[in-house]
């Protein structure tokens, strides 16, 4: 799962503290870090103190100052410098390199204090067919290899299963705890009057949800340490909780489910946990259909 890690960087100060999280892991798995820096030419985002070429050297120098941080840690470095639209050029690489995930950090050039909205970061999460590791480069995340609990969120999805079949691949490696997680929505559940027959047959379906993930798991030689039903009025919220009070510091979601397999992640559950998780979160795309 972790033998080959696309880091794209920029230079900032939130590269370098997802960086610092991409070599523990690479260095622990005896990985290939691949190194990418895209100098942005896309029309209208050209710096107007900044041509093309000096946009290229930027890059140059981040993928330079990377790739000798890897180098004092041991790890095997591909340096890329690429010109183009950022999210497409990290999401191309990642498939044509055949990596098998993208690290990167919620935060960039942009400024620490800006919200994933809008960011590159975003639109790979969105759009890449390759599992995303993502790190929140501020003091109220942590970030720690090998992982010890990994939690994994179900819903029953095509999407969902992707997801526990990702996590499942990495609590095989790191020999960690797997925790099956299902969310009841219960501010979906409105004023009816059979609220509490609702939220019954919902936490049953849940359970049903659980049961059909762990057997999965099993099958793969992988029996889960924990499951639970959780409930709440924010999905991300309730996850986030469980989160903290089991310790678990790997999230692993997939980017859209049962709301719809063609919606984007964006206002998703999946969204707003990569922008507030205080752990990493791996997200991961259903298969395309063939």
Do not use: K
């Not at 942005?40 to 000096?54: P, S």
């Not at 050029?89 to 950090?105: I, K, L, R």
């Amino acid at each position: 799962m972790f033998d080959d890690i696309l880091f794209p960087t920029d230079g900032s100060d939130g590269a370098a503290a997802g960086l610092a999280f991409a070599l523990d892991v690479a260095a622990a798995r005896d990985a290939t870090l691949h190194l990418l820096s895209v100098a942005n030419t896309t029309r209208g985002a050209l710096d107007t103190a900044a041509g093309d070429d000096t946009l290229v050297e930027h890059a140059r120098d981040a993928v330079d100052e990377a790739a000798e941080r890897a180098r004092e840690r041991g790890v095997d470095v591909v340096e890329t410098v690429e010109r183009g639209s950022p999210y497409r050029v990290v999401c191309d690489y990642a498939e044509s390199a055949g990596v098998d995930v993208v690290a990167m950090p919620t935060r960039g050039r942009r400024g620490l204090e800006r919200f994933l909205l809008g960011s590159t970061t975003e639109r790979v999460v969105r759009r890449s067919e390759v599992p995303v590791l993502t790190v929140r480069p501020d003091g109220d995340a942590t970030a720690a290899y090998p992982f010890e609990a990994v939690a994994v969120g179900v819903d029953g999805s095509d999407c969902g299963r992707a997801a526990l079949d990702v996590g499942v691949e990495v609590v095989d490696q790191t020999d960690a705890a797997l925790h099956l997680l299902s969310v009841v929505d219960i501010a979906a559940l409105g004023p009816d009057v059979r609220t509490e027959a609702l939220r019954e047959a919902l936490e049953a379906d849940a359970r049903d949800v659980l049961a059909d993930a762990a057997a999965h798991a099993a099958d793969a030689g992988v029996d889960p340490a924990a499951d639970a039903v959780a409930f709440g009025s924010s999905v991300s919220g309730a996850i986030r909780a469980y989160v903290a009070d089991n310790d678990v510091d790997l999230l692993v979601v997939g980017t859209h489910g049962r709301t719809g397999f063609d919606r984007y992640v964006l206002g998703s559950v999946a969204e707003f946990l990569v922008r507030t998780s205080p752990v990493p979160v791996l997200t991961v795309r259903a298969p395309a259909e063939e």
